[in-house]
């Protein structure tokens, strides 16, 4: 049994953020360089927050926390979060 789930389970919280669908960017972890869908990370809940991880190396690429005031949006850990245009 896995502690994580994956990209996918992101998307309602990362929705009240962004405009876009984030699960379909294409991401590129800053530890690895590996390139993929968002969809496709290790989410991590159990956290103050979401944790969301690379696949291949378990790099953390990003961090979403939710007060009752703000949301903190850490992406550090990604080279870039590429999205599509309309």
Known sequence: MTDYL????????????FAVDVTAAITRCDGCG???VFADTRLYLNAPGMVARCAGCDHVLLRVVTTPT???????GLTYLRLPTS
């Open 34 to 36: 590996q390139t993929g």
């Open 6 to 17: 994956d990209g996918n389970a992101a998307a309602g919280a990362l929705s009240e953020v």
């Open 70 to 76: 703000e949301t903190y949006v850490d992406l550090r």
